[in-house]
């Protein structure tokens, strides 16, 4: 069965520190890979996604995450997180062919970014 | 355009009933998937509906169920509730590979 696995559950940063986050994914054959963030109070939003091509994508608020294919890796990285920034991020995962909308989440990452 | 709505908000309903939930997706999205979200299991997949048809499912009881009326508007149905029931259920909508996710009914069983 594919899953997907966050290494850290919590995470503390000062603003301005560097944030990569953990993630790897169960699944032999093509994947999508996605990064959501909620943040409190607030709905799911989509904050990157990776279907083909270039390994190295970007998203919104400067975000970016690299895809490893050998790894089965797709961390999350941004160079100088914002108080803003703290919030639960996701990672998942849907098949790439036929997988339709079925995401597979991980157990999620509690940033916290302290002025 | 609107985002995904879910109604109700917030639910409180005791052992043993059922409850319906409801999402209405964007305008023109033919696909919805319903979440649950908890914070000992996470979110986790319940189902997908795409033209009136399930075309996924998760791994949850037969209590969990949903349709998908002609307009794309979708309902999911829990019967028999019981007290690990308790979660945020999350719809979201989709036109081809991204979800977008509605706000969410928070469900208490008592």
Known sequence: AQSVSQHNHHVILSEAASLELG????????????????????????????????????????????????KFSFNLRKPSVQ????????????PGRGGYNKLIFGAGTRLAVHP | KAGVTQTPRY????????????CSPISGHRSVSWYQQTPGQGLQFLFE???E?????????GRFSG??????????????????DSALYLCASSSSNEQFFGPGTRLTVL
């Open chain 1, 23 to 70: 993630c790897n994914y169960s699944y032999g054959g093509t994947v999508n890979l996605f990064w959501y963030v909620q943040y409190p109070g607030q709905h799911l939003q989509l904050l990157l996604k990776y279907f083909s091509g270039d390994p190295l994508v970007k998203g919104i608020k400067g975000f970016e995450a690299e895809f490893i294919k050998s």
């Open chain 1, 83 to 94: 108080w803003s920034d703290t919030a639960e991020y996701f990672c998942a995962v849907t």
């Open chain 2, 11 to 22: 639910l409180i309903k005791t052992r043993g009933q059922q409850v319906t939930l409801s």
């Open chain 2, 49 to 51: 509906y795409f033209s």
């Open chain 2, 53 to 61: 048809t399930q075309r996924n499912k998760g791994n949850f009881p």
């Open chain 2, 67 to 84: 349709r998908q009326f002609s307009n794309s508007r979708s309902e999911m149905n829990v019967s028999t509730l019981e007290l690990g």
